[in-house]
């Protein structure tokens, strides 16, 4: 069972404006969220990351909200930039400290 | 070091030969974790060490598969008489504490089963 989905394969978006990536959970015992971004042929690297006791993390250009009620979260990243382009998987801890992933979203920012 | 180092890269084997696959963890991180991605974008959790102690090895294939963290040297992930199935790229990740949670992952082995 997914218990945690990116229902959007990819995204298209314009160099300098606002990139939405989203993500669903199912499983209420998560406590800690994470999102990574990824390149062909290397390790995924991490970026922001949220516990389940906050609703709003910010760092630099990245922003990760987390709607609890909704099961929901995403990542907004204002203004894209071309080397942005990646693709950004969600994660989620489950107790002892394993991540269940997103199956990911191709992010392509065009210059 | 400060990144996750794993080696090798590439490593080719035939079906039934044994695989051994290595990961240097950031040092001063106390978990060391290792993640199977078989097809493109898939991330399976295969096993968790607490230092040289396994955290959690839900995932662990059993009959084929086993893992070792030992002091003082690199984490190892080992597959004995690989299967076509096994095909895939390995990341090692490592993390500093439970209270840190975030994971910081290696470049990755891809492993080719012909």
């Known amino acids: 069972d997914q218990q945690v989905k990116q229902n959007s394969p990819s995204l298209s978006v314009q160099e300098g404006r606002i990139s939405i990536l989203n993500c669903d959970y199912t499983?209420?015992?998560?406590?800690?969220f994470l999102w990574y971004k990824k390149y062909p042929a290397e390790g995924p690297t991490f970026l922001i990351s949220?516990?389940?006791?906050?609703d709003k993390n910010e760092d630099g250009r990245f922003t990760v909200f987390l709607n609890k009620s909704a099961k929901h979260l995403s990542l907004h990243i204002v203004p894209s930039q071309p080397g942005d382009s990646a693709v950004y998987f969600c994660?989620?801890?489950?107790?002892?400290?394993?991540?269940?992933f997103g199956a990911g979203t191709i992010l392509r920012v065009k210059s | 070091g400060e990144e996750v180092a794993q080696t090798p890269k590439h490593l080719v084997r035939g079906e039934g030969q044994k695989a051994k696959l290595y990961c240097a963890p950031i040092?001063?991180?106390?978990?060391v974790f290792w993640y199977q991605q078989v097809l493109k974008n898939e991330f399976k959790f295969l096993i968790s060490?607490?230092?040289?102690?396994?955290?959690?090895e839900t995932g662990m294939p059993k009959e084929r598969f086993s893992a070792k963290c030992l002091p003082n040297s690199p984490c190892s992930l080992e597959i004995q008489a690989t299967k076509l199935e096994d095909s895939a790229v390995y990341f090692c990740?490592?993390?500093?504490?439970?209270?840190?949670?975030?994971?910081?992952f290696g470049p990755g082995t891809r492993l080719t089963v012909t």
């Open positions: 060490f607490q230092n040289e102690n396994v955290f959690d």
């Open positions: 994660a989620a801890e489950v107790r002892g400290n394993k991540l269940v």
């Open positions: 990740a490592s993390s500093q504490s439970n209270s840190r949670k975030e994971q910081y």
């Open positions: 949220i516990s389940s006791i906050k």
């Open positions: 499983n209420s015992m998560f406590d800690y």
């Open positions: 040092k001063g991180h106390s978990y």
